[in-house]
């Protein structure tokens, strides 16, 4: 809406209290805008009021599901990171995960939280469930890396499929069966 672009720029212009005054008016039109509180928290961590910021944002994903939700979550994750909350930040992240198995963006932060934190264990066991959830995600993201990076490769990537067990519907085309050992 125009008030929460107006409280951008204000945030931009470091107008901060100016900035939540407006979001507040943009609040009453439209409180479902997931920007009006990435804009928010933004003015309050600006104003060295981290714990408001987080608690505006734990109450907002009550609000939301998916990609909003996913996109608040990280947002927590980075006030969780600057502040030194290091187990919160693992915290959110296996939340996006549980949200999105293949978020990738969360998929390489929660390797460097794992190690960081010393959850070596939940992080294995979360890798463990989203491996079971999704066992053709990791070959195909293998076999995807492998092909070129141009348009050729793209083409080719949305013609891969790689199924879990024995049953597909290619039996015609007589496929061989392919095992992976470790």
């Not at 900035?19 to 961590?45: C, E, G, N, V």
């Not at 969360?106 to 460097?112: N, R, S």
């Not at 989203?130 to 890396?145: D, F, M, R, S």
């Amino acid at each position: 809406s125009l008030l929460t672009q107006k409280a951008d720029v204000l945030v931009s212009l470091k107008r901060f209290e100016e900035a939540l005054f407006t979001l507040d008016k943009a609040m009453i039109f439209d409180s479902q805008d997931p920007l009006i509180y990435i804009i928010r928290t933004d003015a309050l961590l600006a104003l060295d009021r981290e714990e408001e910021a987080a608690e505006l944002l734990k109450e907002a994903l009550e609000k939301f599901d998916g990609i909003e939700k996913v996109n608040l979550l990280f947002e927590l994750t980075d006030i969780y990171d600057d502040y030194e909350m290091f187990d919160s930040v693992f915290d959110c992240l296996r939340m996006i995960l549980r949200i999105d198995s293949g978020n990738e963006e969360a998929l390489y932060k929660i390797c460097f939280w794992t190690d960081y934190t010393g959850r070596n264990e939940e992080g294995i066991r979360l890798h463990q469930d989203l491996i079971e959830e999704n066992p053709t995600h990791l070959v195909e993201k293998a076999i995807v890396g492998m092909l070129p990076k141009n348009k050729i490769g793209r083409a080719q990537s949305t013609k891969l499929k790689v199924y879990a067990g024995a049953e597909h519907p290619h039996a015609s085309q007589n496929p061989s069966k392919f095992e992976i050992t470790q």
